[in-house]
């Protein structure tokens, strides 16, 4: 009943804002097309507003789930006209504020205390206004200044009511369409209900926030604010104020002789190094989140705030990611395809070189242009697209690095329209390949889990034993005499395997134990070399 009231409330805001003007007629489904024309709905008036402004406030009056989406579209300027995406940017910080008698009494509630023993000196007229929370600037006892966020009072049931509505949609997209089950919206949503719901939470975002400060410290790519943990709690947050240029005032960034090209190769840099480097990026990128020091115009830095949105990757996700992306930008396409189906991307009965062609076919025609002029977010677009006939499936782990790419490319296009960036990333990924897997890495990952591998030692020989005296599967018939033969022999394979591995981690073990003038990193060396033997045995 809940969600039906809220289908019924989109709907009346799409009809207040009359946003069926802004879809092309000739490509609205049948039964749209009638009720909007054949119906008293075309006699409803429209308002008089530019087309870009009813779309932000309809997205304003519908709240955060639909706000937040509105900001990821301001970023696309390459996909929205002009006016639209100018006034989606409004998005970012200048959604209306809730009263100022309400944030403070929540301030207070939060920290037991009234705001005048608290702070030196508290603006109750909010500086910015988002989807989720609003920010005030004050001064504490000690004399720094800072902003007090606060999270809106009820906010948890306007967005909890959405996402009942988004799953309703997602469960009928995946029975309904014919890519439904590929898509798996229903995990995406789950993705999306994670990541807005921690960004009620505060405490976590101060936490991420200190974090990504520690990653980038005495960096002159970024730099955090300090958070004051003595007066954060769930829904409030107080952190060192900055004074510095919005990146969006690309006109007071000329006026001050910034660098712009090197201030969009460095936002790339950032998003890969927090990416592959510290594998913990800022995932909500947003202009409304990025401003540039005011120092050192000609070596510009970042600044960043609002760490609610942080991503992730498996080691394994980062691997494949990072050789996947140095394939297309070498236009290696069979090796693109080997990796989609290696990874399992997509299914293992892939045809690799039907995959490698339609890879080819889609991305040949992009690649005659200039590298300046390819957009990436295009190129993911064409290849999703070309993807279905081969089932590939939308990867939720990779939502969010998908979402924040799209905002890196959209920002640096707009600071600098000629930013290259296949020509800017692909160095980084290329070192970054290099080094997780040279010598010094290897010892360093080993050094790392020897421990760990010392504490699992005792328990081998119990579960290789175990796995040794295991019943045969005999559920086969037999008709599968030869399918039987070549189980056998790859059991037969592994147990061998076992056992090697068994006596090269006690060689291994035992040599550490009789070297005790031996330093750390020549035992290092010495798991290595026994590790190798093992491996030479296990092939052989």
Not at 13 to 24: A, F, H, I, Q, S
Not at 230 to 238: G, I, K, Q, S
Not at 522 to 533: E, I, K
Request: with cysteine; net charge neutral.
């Amino acid at each position: 009943m809940i969600r039906l009231r809220r289908l019924f409330a989109i709907l009346r805001v799409g009809l207040r804002y009359r946003l069926d003007k802004l879809l092309p007629e000739d490509r609205l489904p049948l039964g749209l097309w009638l009720l909007i024309n054949f119906t008293p709905l075309r006699f409803w008036p429209q308002p008089k507003m530019s087309r870009g402004e009813r779309l932000r406030r309809s997205l304003e009056d519908l709240g955060p789930v639909f706000i937040k989406f509105g900001q990821l579209l301001s970023t696309r300027r390459d996909l929205l006209a002009t006016d639209i995406a100018d006034e989606l940017a409004l998005l970012q910080d200048r959604v209306a504020p809730i009263s100022s008698t309400l944030s403070i009494a929540t301030i207070e509630a939060s920290l037991g205390a009234p705001v005048d023993e608290v702070f030196a000196s508290f603006e109750t007229e909010p500086m910015a206004s988002a989807s989720i929370a609003q920010v005030h600037a004050a001064t504490l006892k000690s004399g720094e200044d800072v902003v007090v966020k606060v999270v809106r009072p009820g906010i948890e049931k306007v967005i909890a009511s959405d996402m009942k509505l988004l799953y309703t949609l997602a469960g009928m997209a995946q029975r309904f369409l014919r890519d439904g089950k590929r898509l798996r919206p229903i995990e995406v949503v789950e993705d999306y209900e994670h990541t807005i719901f921690d960004e009620l939470d505060l405490q976590r975002e101060a936490a991420n926030t200190s974090q990504l400060r520690r990653n980038f410290e005495n960096s002159h790519l970024l730099y955090i604010p300090q958070v004051y943990w003595d007066y954060t709690r769930h829904n409030v947050m107080v952190m060192e104020r900055i004074y510095a240029i919005p990146v969006t005032d690309v006109a007071q960034l000329k006026a001050q002789g910034t660098n712009m090209k090197l201030l969009a190769e460095r936002g790339v840099e950032i998003f890969f190094t927090q990416l592959f480097r510290d594998n913990f990026f800022h995932a909500d990128m947003h202009p409304g989140n990025i401003f540039v020091s005011r120092e050192h115009p000609h070596d510009p830095q970042y600044m960043g705030i609002d760490c609610a949105i942080i991503g992730s990757l498996t080691d394994f996700d980062r691997y494949y990611l990072a050789r996947n992306l140095l394939a297309i930008f070498n236009r290696d396409y069979k090796l693109v395809a080997d990796l989609h189906i290696e990874c399992g991307w997509v299914p293992s009965h892939t045809r690799s070189h039907e995959f490698e062609s339609a890879i080819r076919s889609v991305c040949e025609p992009i690649f005659q242009k200039p590298l300046g002029e390819i957009s990436f977010g295009h190129l993911l677009i064409y290849l999703f697209s070309t993807a279905r006939r081969f089932e590939m499936e939308v990867q939720p782990s990779l939502v969010l690095l998908q979402k924040t790419l799209l905002n890196i490319e959209g920002l640096g296009r707009e600071l600098y329209p000629e930013l290259d960036l296949w020509t800017t990333a692909k160095p980084f990924l290329e070192d970054w390949i290099k080094q997780r897997y040279s010598p010094k890495s290897v010892l360093k990952e080993m050094k790392k889990r020897a421990p760990g591998w010392l504490e699992q030692l005792p328990k081998v020989p119990d579960q290789l034993l175990n796995a040794l005296t295991q019943p045969p599967f005999t559920g086969r018939s037999d008709g599968n005499k030869r399918l039987e033969a070549l189980e056998a022999q790859v059991s037969s394979n592994r147990r061998r395997q076992r056992m090697l591995l068994v006596v090269g981690l006690g060689l291994g073990a035992v040599l550490l134990s009789r070297s005790d003038n031996i330093s750390f990193d020549t035992q290092s060396l010495l798991y290595f070399a026994v590790g190798a033997v093992v491996a030479l045995l296990i092939r052989g």
